[in-house]
């Protein structure tokens, strides 16, 4: 069975952009294939945060993640600060990836634009995402569009340390990413993607009087000026995909047929989504009350995880160290 990977940083929200452009995809690709889940701790601590927020925010993700259908049955789910290997290979990495290549990536100049002052674990942090993935030698990554970058650079640092390791017979697979058909949420305001830094997002725990609150005055077509004016649902950033990836097909042609004859108004439209929207998310949020009053039992699946992850990445730093000349811990 071929391996995936993929993280997701404890943001404090799991929203519907993650949700659609990546962890759907987890859930449905967790029985096809031997999968490895992760919050990536280390990632989170590379802009300022506060350490109480941090562990919370860390437990919150799994919760959310687990309520979502990530299953502990059938994959492995585990949060990255307790399982070592990443941080270790993400140096050995370090030593063979050209910095031209860290600083021309989108999300180093988008992010550390926003900073004061920039440290240098946010330009290595592409670094620590491909020691991620190849740590459990993984060949197929479910991330959202922005990731495309990201997981090019790790096939680069695949392919230089098989270059000069393992010549014969490359040891790590080239990743490639696993799309969804949401690989790009826009955010609520329609102009970039849907993101917690940019304050733009719906988040799959919040409640029906929130998700309705914010998708009432979401942005739509602007020719639709009032409901006789006809439109597009193409030009309709955020509530149109929406309804592709919540609502029937039946409804979505519905939406289309609609919205093109002036036959409803936007809310009409927008009151059919949330329906459909929390049909699916309040079973998720009732889950995750469950997992809330229960933290035992999540500390005991995380814990497991990791032992579980740690049985696959020590054997992989064990053959890497090995063939670099570096002597193993004992
Ligand atoms: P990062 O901050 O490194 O982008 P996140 O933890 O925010 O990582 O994202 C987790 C996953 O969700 C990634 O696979 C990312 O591609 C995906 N994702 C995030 N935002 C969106 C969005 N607006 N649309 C589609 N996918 C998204």
């Not at 759907?24 to 927020?53: K, M």
């Not at 993400?90 to 999300?107: D, K, S, V, Y």
């Not at 579980?308 to 992989?316: E, H, I, P, Q, Y």
Request: hydrophobic fraction near 40%; charged fraction near 25%.
């Amino acid at each position: 069975m071929s391996r995936i990977f993929s993280g997701i940083q404890p943001s404090g929200e799991l929203h519907v952009g993650n949700y659609l452009g990546a962890v759907r995809n987890w859930v449905s690709l967790q029985g096809e294939y031997e999968a490895f889940f992760c919050v990536v701790n280390y990632h989170a601590i590379t802009l300022p945060y506060a350490a109480a927020d941090l562990r919370l925010r860390t437990r919150e993700m799994a919760i959310g993640l687990l309520a979502a259908g990530v299953d502990p049955d059938r994959c492995t789910l585990f949060v990255q600060s307790q399982v070592p290997e990443h941080a270790e290979l993400a140096w050995i990495f370090n030593t063979l990836t050209p910095l031209g290549e860290l600083e021309r990536q989108t999300q180093f100049k988008e992010k550390s634009a926003r900073q004061e002052q920039v440290m240098a674990g946010l330009l290595n942090y592409p670094v620590l995402q491909a020691a991620d993935i190849l740590l459990y030698l993984a060949d197929l990554v479910p991330v959202g569009e922005d990731q495309i970058q990201h997981l090019e650079l790790s096939r680069v640092i695949a392919r230089n340390w098989n270059s000069r390791f393992s010549p014969d017979e490359p040891f790590f697979p080239e990743p490639k990413p696993r799309l969804t058909p949401t690989r790009r949420l826009v955010g609520l305001d329609g102009k970039g993607k849907m993101s917690k830094s940019i304050g733009n997002t719906i988040g799959i725990m919040e409640s029906p009087d929130e998700i309705w609150g914010k998708l009432r005055t979401a942005i739509t077509d602007p020719a639709r000026k009032t409901k006789n004016d006809p439109g597009e649902p193409d030009d309709c950033p955020v509530i149109y995909p929406l309804h592709r990836a919540f609502s029937p097909p039946e409804t979505v042609k519905l939406v289309e047929e609609n919205c093109r004859g002036a036959k409803w108004g936007c809310v009409e439209c927008k009151r059919v989504l949330h329906e459909n929207m929390m049909a699916e998310l309040a079973p998720v949020r009732e889950r995750a009350a469950e997992l809330d009053a229960n933290d035992a039992k999540v500390t005991q699946i995380l814990d497991a995880g990791a032992e579980k992850a740690r049985a696959v990445s020590s054997r992989t730093i064990a053959e890497v160290k090995e063939r670099m000349g570096l002597p193993l811990a004992r």
